[in-house]
């Protein structure tokens, strides 16, 4: 009897330079930067908020992993760099019990009630943003009411818009000037010199209004309050391979397209002028684009996988974001395709990794 020949399979991995630890404290610094930024022209309630949820999300980590005699693993950060990425996606001014309840609910309930990191199907972050939203509504939208993106919006449905179709101009007319702030000449000054020095090259010019984008004062979502510094740490992240480069690239590209051809419709401008400067430096696009749907814990692990989901997610976010006039837009886009990623991760396997006998 001819022996039967055991054949070995390995699921699909992710192969990144950086190990796990070595990725979670960078993801921890990209978004303590902003953080810390924001916590700048807020008497430090970003910060206030971001200790509550670490405390938390560190703290019931500690006691899932107590129980199993694996409590050192722990110090992998990725709890902290969890909950993080959650006070990036929260406003400036909620209040810090509600953040701390969303970082238990993002580890307890996300993360280990499905084995823990990697089994997960939704990225914590968003699984405690949609805990928070969904549980406290009212106290949610009382705490954007005079944010920009939730300014535009009401200016949409009260009729306002603009022969351009420049959010800009309607976030100004229906805020009298939300972007005036103590270091407004000193912004203009930089506008002066970006207009006279570099956009002049192309032809164009900064309109005014865009570079107060990098110092965000009032009440909005802290990503966009520390654009600057979320800046600096998406090209740390980038350059250390913290996750799949190109996705982030081809998220923003869909949408930026997409931004272009038809984002100036809802607010009353023409085919074709859409701001893509506002879409991507409002309502948390950088932390979609180079925290969220890059994440490889809780993305595809095939190519075509990642470039599916990548593509998916900017167009839910468009949509969201200017159909539907929802100020967190792309939070719910990626929440919405973290929901497919079984499915597509059922397809990977059953496509590369079933066992198959031979011919």
């Given at each position: 009897?001819?022996?039967?020949?055991?054949?070995?399979?390995?699921?699909?991995?992710?192969?990144?330079?950086?190990?796990?630890?070595?990725?979670?404290?960078?993801?921890?610094?990209?978004?303590?930067?902003?953080?810390?930024?924001?916590?700048?022209?807020?008497?430090?309630?970003?910060?206030?908020?971001?200790?509550?949820?670490?405390?938390?999300?560190?703290?019931?980590?500690?006691?899932?992993?107590?129980?199993?005699?694996?409590?050192?693993?722990?110090?992998?950060?990725?709890?902290?760099?969890?909950?993080?990425?959650?006070?990036?996606?929260?406003?400036?001014?909620?209040?810090?019990?509600?953040?701390?309840?969303?970082?238990?609910?993002?580890?307890?309930?996300?993360?280990?009630?499905?084995?823990?990191?990697?089994?997960?199907?939704?990225?914590?972050?968003?699984?405690?943003?949609?805990?928070?939203?969904?549980?406290?509504?009212?106290?949610?939208?009382?705490?954007?009411?005079?944010?920009?993106?939730?300014?535009?919006?009401?200016?949409?449905?009260?009729?306002?818009?603009?022969?351009?179709?420049?959010?800009?101009?309607?976030?100004?007319?229906?805020?009298?000037?939300?972007?005036?702030?103590?270091?407004?000449?000193?912004?203009?000054?930089?506008?002066?010199?970006?207009?006279?020095?570099?956009?002049?090259?192309?032809?164009?010019?900064?309109?005014?209004?865009?570079?107060?984008?990098?110092?965000?004062?009032?009440?909005?979502?802290?990503?966009?309050?520390?654009?600057?510094?979320?800046?600096?740490?998406?090209?740390?992240?980038?350059?250390?391979?913290?996750?799949?480069?190109?996705?982030?690239?081809?998220?923003?590209?869909?949408?930026?397209?997409?931004?272009?051809?038809?984002?100036?419709?809802?607010?009353?401008?023409?085919?074709?002028?859409?701001?893509?400067?506002?879409?991507?430096?409002?309502?948390?696009?950088?932390?979609?684009?180079?925290?969220?749907?890059?994440?490889?814990?809780?993305?595809?692990?095939?190519?075509?996988?990642?470039?599916?989901?990548?593509?998916?997610?900017?167009?839910?976010?468009f949509i969201f974001r200017y159909y539907g006039l929802e100020a967190y837009g792309a939070f719910f886009a990626i929440a919405l395709i973290n929901a497919l990623v079984p499915l597509i991760r059922d397809i990977e396997s059953r496509r590369f990794y079933e066992k198959r006998s031979n011919p």
């Amino acid at each position: 009897m001819a022996e039967k020949e055991i054949l070995w399979y390995q699921r699909a991995q992710i192969h990144l330079s950086r190990p796990t630890t070595g990725r979670m404290w960078l993801v921890s610094l990209c978004a303590g930067l902003a953080i810390f930024q924001s916590s700048l022209s807020d008497s430090f309630a970003s910060l206030l908020i971001a200790l509550s949820t670490v405390l938390a999300a560190v703290l019931t980590e500690f006691l899932f992993y107590f129980r199993t005699a694996k409590a050192g693993m722990v110090r992998d950060g990725s709890s902290i760099a969890s909950a993080l990425v959650l006070v990036l996606l929260l406003p400036n001014n909620i209040h810090p019990i509600y953040a701390l309840l969303g970082g238990i609910f993002a580890m307890a309930v996300v993360k280990h009630s499905f084995g823990g990191l990697g089994s997960n199907w939704m990225n914590p972050a968003i699984g405690g943003w949609l805990f928070i939203r969904c549980s406290w509504p009212e106290i949610f939208t009382k705490a954007l009411e005079l944010s920009p993106l939730a300014t535009v919006s009401a200016g949409i449905r009260q009729g306002l818009v603009d022969p351009s179709g420049s959010p800009i101009e309607i976030l100004n007319q229906a805020g009298a000037g939300y972007f005036s702030s103590p270091l407004a000449s000193l912004e203009r000054m930089i506008q002066s010199f970006l207009n006279s020095r570099i956009f002049s090259i192309t032809g164009s010019a900064l309109p005014e209004g865009y570079i107060e984008f990098f110092n965000a004062s009032g009440m909005g979502i802290i990503a966009d309050r520390g654009v600057f510094a979320l800046l600096l740490g998406t090209i740390i992240i980038t350059a250390s391979q913290v996750s799949r480069s190109w996705v982030p690239g081809v998220y923003l590209l869909v949408y930026g397209l997409l931004i272009r051809l038809f984002g100036a419709l809802p607010f009353g401008g023409p085919l074709g002028n859409g701001d893509i400067f506002f879409g991507f430096f409002s309502g948390g696009t950088l932390v979609a684009a180079f925290l969220l749907i890059a994440d490889p814990a809780t993305g595809p692990k095939s190519s075509w996988g990642a470039l599916l989901t990548a593509v998916g997610a900017g167009g839910f976010t468009f949509i969201f974001r200017y159909y539907g006039l929802e100020a967190y837009g792309a939070f719910f886009a990626i929440a919405l395709i973290n929901a497919l990623v079984p499915l597509i991760r059922d397809i990977e396997s059953r496509r590369f990794y079933e066992k198959r006998s031979n011919p």
